[in-house]
């Protein structure tokens, strides 16, 4: 059951300025819940959503029973959550997009991420969550539906590679590859890579913002298995990675 909390508004918004809503992008917050609430609400970063985990003691704390959906930001408002950000071409993600935090204790020690399991009845949420989000805009296609790392693959991680997106794809939520034409491709790939310039077009093509080096290019490659491949997001190119790179553009990007 889907319950929507508006009790904590975020001051930090303003008007889309006429931009109609193309895009969804997940993130984890990196912070209990009550610390992400203060965050969210008061330092110059906010949401539309806040999604606690229901396990996590700050929220308990709080006095909640059950898992509901904090509501900060109207949808018809600007929230400020992507930050510098590119898709499809296209920046100034946050006129465009909704951005929904979910509290998850991932960490960075220096390079070293620890990336928790989301808790069970918060993916559930999710589901229901988006789908609710779906119903008032349909224009929001699979391709479209994002994780921050993809639309700010050179300073974002999140939401991690423990976010289960093929179980949402199968929920109706998101992109997903089909594993026939994946195994095509990768079966060619096995015989040799596609040139470089041919993988960074197909990147492009599939949404992502151009790589201007290696280290760029890697961490690109890092967002996207985290993404669609998270048991290896070492950011190597490899023939599953662009297997599935090719998959997907040839079931969304074919026009």
Not at 2 to 26: H, M, W
Not at 154 to 178: N, Y
Not at 202 to 209: E, I, M, P, S, W
Request: aromatic share 12%; charged share 25%.
């Amino acid at each position: 059951m889907l319950v929507i909390d508006t009790s904590f508004p975020s001051k930090d918004f303003n008007e889309r300025n006429g931009e109609a809503v193309r895009q969804l992008i997940l993130h984890y917050t990196a912070a209990p819940f009550g610390s992400s609430l203060r965050t969210l609400t008061r330092d110059g970063v906010s949401a539309h959503y806040l999604l606690p985990d229901p396990d996590e003691p700050s929220y308990r704390a709080a006095g909640y029973e059950e898992l509901r959906v904090f509501r900060l930001v109207n949808e018809d408002q600007r929230a400020w959550h992507a930050g510098v950000s590119q898709w499809g071409g296209r920046d100034n993600l946050n006129s465009r997009a909704i951005g929904i935090e979910i509290v998850n204790l991932a960490r960075d020690d220096g390079g070293v991420f620890t990336f928790p399991a989301y808790a069970e009845e918060q993916i559930e949420v999710l589901i229901a969550l988006v789908r609710d989000i779906l119903g008032r805009y349909p224009q929001i296609g699979p391709s479209d539906i994002l994780g921050h790392s993809d639309v700010a693959y050179w300073r974002k991680s999140d939401p991690g590679p423990r976010l289960p997106w093929q179980r949402l794809h199968e929920a109706g939520i998101g992109a997903w590859f089909d594993e026939s034409t994946r195994a095509m491709y990768q079966r060619r790939f096995c015989l040799g890579l596609p040139p470089e310039v041919e993988v960074e077009r197909a990147f492009q093509r599939y949404g992502y913002k151009p790589a201007q080096n290696r280290w760029a290019f890697e961490q690109r490659t890092r967002a996207f298995q985290m993404h669609f491949r998270a048991r290896d997001y070492g950011g190597f190119l490899d023939a599953q990675t662009c297997a599935i790179l090719y998959a997907l553009n040839e079931k969304y990007r074919c026009l």
